[in-house]
């Protein structure tokens, strides 16, 4: 009884040929129109205008490359990701012009900036998956201001009993 069940098993498992989180398995298989948008994108003290034009997957920000001007992957991927997410990659030439705030503001501005254009390029194949996955919602989050009295924000000074 017990061979049975485990052959059974065996036999259904399907075999897997590699393993990784790099590739997009349906990569430029989206749904959405190609065509011309503009979004902007803003986060912390950076604002992003990003312009989307059909083309085969090139990235200018600021007149550099993608891989120039971020050079950590994980900010590479973070701008991408909302092309990623809708199978969009080799259909757009990303045209960004970015301004204030350090690279992590930059590229979450950017991000929203690519997921608003995409957004307005097709509205009813792309935003409910944007919306889902938080790409169309901005962070609110900024720096807290200094108070009177403290050091920073909250940093207060030492305490010394004696």
């Given at each position: ?6 052959t ?7 075999t ?10 349906g990569?430029g298989t ?21 312009r989307l034009v ?8 600021n007149?550099r490359?993608?891989?120039d001007y971020?050079p950590?992957k ?5 701008v991408?990701?909302p ?9 757009f030439?990303v ?5 204030g705030?350090?690279t ?14 995409l ?7 792309n ?9 169309l919602?901005r ?6 201001r ?11 000074p030492?305490f010394?009993?004696r």
């Amino acid at each position: 009884m017990a061979d049975s069940t485990i052959t059974a098993a065996e036999d259904t498992e399907e075999t897997v040929t590699s393993y990784t989180t790099e590739t997009n398995s349906g990569e430029g298989t989206g749904t959405s129109a190609v065509e011309p948008g503009y979004g902007t994108g803003r986060r912390k003290e950076a604002i992003a205008r990003v312009r989307l034009v059909p083309g085969s997957g090139n990235w200018t920000i600021n007149g550099r490359s993608l891989e120039d001007y971020f050079p950590s992957k994980l900010l590479q991927r973070e701008v991408n990701s909302p092309i990623v997410l809708l199978k969009l990659e080799n259909r757009f030439d990303v045209i960004v012009l970015v301004e204030g705030g350090g690279t992590t503001g930059q590229a979450g501005a950017i991000r929203l900036g690519v997921a608003r254009a995409l957004n307005a390029i097709d509205r009813d194949a792309n935003r409910a998956s944007l919306k889902k996955a938080g790409f169309l919602t901005r962070d609110a989050r900024v720096v807290e201001r200094k108070k009177a009295g403290l050091h920073k924000a909250r940093r207060a000074p030492q305490f010394s009993k004696r």
